[in-house]
């Protein structure tokens, strides 16, 4: 907003007749910039006298103007992200609709997240981190086009706190028919990840960096992030009684759970199931279309005698009950 300074002995009094809609105008500008009219007048009058004043109210229309338009781009934007999560969920046959959604959220109608989803209202950030766990996405894609819209973490199976990441594995807030893993096997890079179903179509899903079915073998045979993978999936079915499918998927489905850019279980659901975590929890001696399988049970079994790897199954096993206590909800169907 311009300001003025005004000095009282430099004031002179100037009667000036203009037409009443002008006068109107001016009345009307001035509220909107929190001035008088009287001041809202002599600022126009001066700024006619300079070059930048010959354009300043065509400036000033044109701010409010892209104002407004990037007001209305950010509700499409939000609109867009928001149908997308929904034909998402939806696509797999959960019929979750807004006005379900707008109960769940607690609102006594569906009429504010309806508008949402139609770009004709924008949701606060406040709102939409409210409303992205219903739906199952990344706040920080929804609220502020962070990142991808489903979340992944990336671990590293060698350093990380295994125990910390089987009690996210096996956590859960509600019972239902929908809990299950999918371990994954990319057949093109031979890398590995973990959809976490849970809570219907809500997923977590986890990548192991630097850990292949068919990992590099050390000198004594052993494949050690290997055996450490092995020992959270035994873990995993030893303790619980959620589902563990397994699948193979190309390179480019893969990269797409492995970024979270799209909705896993889109993916998952078309993918043919496949035995090989079923055969690498029991180390069977064989699995279909897995090339070098008996190389990598025998460097699970190598790494089993490690001193390291047996350390981390003393301190599971130690942990047990714990993590019994956090998956308890999964035995009170």
Known sequence: MQKMEIIMSEITQFNLRIPQKLKEKIVQEAQQNGRSANIEAQIRLENSFSKSGEFSHAIEELRKLLIAHDKKNRQNIVAKKLNQILTDINARGFEYTIPKLAYDMGYAHSDKVDQWFKGTDTASFTELQQIAPFLGCSQEWLSFDMGNPYSVEKIDIHYGDIIKLLSELVSC???????????????????????????????????????????????????????RFFLILSTLQKMTNWRIDSVILDSQDFHKIKEGSEFPLNMLMKAPPHNWAYDLIHLRDSSQNIADWGAIVNGIKKGLEDKNIKELQDTIEAHLSELQDISSCLNKT
């Open 173 to 227: 807030t509600e019972v239902n028919n929908y809990r299950r893993w999918f371990v994954i096997h990319n057949e093109g890079t031979r890398e590995i990840a973990i959809v976490k179903q849970f809570e219907q179509w809500h997923t977590q899903s986890y990548y192991f960096a630097n850990t292949f079915l068919g990992e590099y073998q050390y000198g004594d045979g052993s494949c050690p992030n290997l055996t």
